[in-house]
């Protein structure tokens, strides 16, 4: 069974730093390309960043490009996105996704499984 655990989130201050973690379980992830997609209330999902089965491919959203950094731990099952310079416009709940089987590397949203895990809430707010 496929499990997606974020954790990391919090309150923060505009400006200010937070680092996401997911772990997961029940699937090949050296083997799978991974994403964090956020969703804010009443809006649709964003798809902030991607990241290769090895690690050594990433893309970033626009809007996050020079402040996040996603990054991956294979040997503990472990994706990260550190977020740095943080905006108020990035509040929003955190999801990692995992690729569909096969895909070890795809930085559109058809590549990734419907999953989500619980998310993990990020609020920055002075």
């Known amino acids: 069974e496929v499990q997606l655990v974020e954790s990391g989130g919090g309150l923060v201050q505009p400006g200010g730093s937070l680092m996401l973690s997911c772990a997961a379980s029940g699937f090949a992830f050296d083997r799978s390309a991974m994403s964090w997609v956020r969703q804010a209330p009443g809006q649709g999902p964003e798809w902030v960043s991607f990241?290769?089965?090895?690690?050594?491919?990433?893309t970033y959203a626009d809007s996050v490009k020079g402040r996040f950094t996603i990054s991956r731990d294979n040997e503990k099952s472990t994706v990260f996105l550190q977020l740095d310079s943080l905006k108020i416009e990035d509040t929003a709940m955190y999801y990692c996704?995992?690729?569909?089987?096969?895909?070890?590397?795809?930085?559109?949203?058809?590549?990734?499984?419907?999953?989500r895990g619980q998310g993990t809430q990020v609020t920055v707010s002075s």
């Open positions: 996704a995992k690729a569909k089987e096969g895909y070890d590397y795809c930085s559109i949203p058809w590549c990734y499984d419907d999953y």
């Open positions: 990241i290769s089965s090895t690690g050594g491919s990433k």
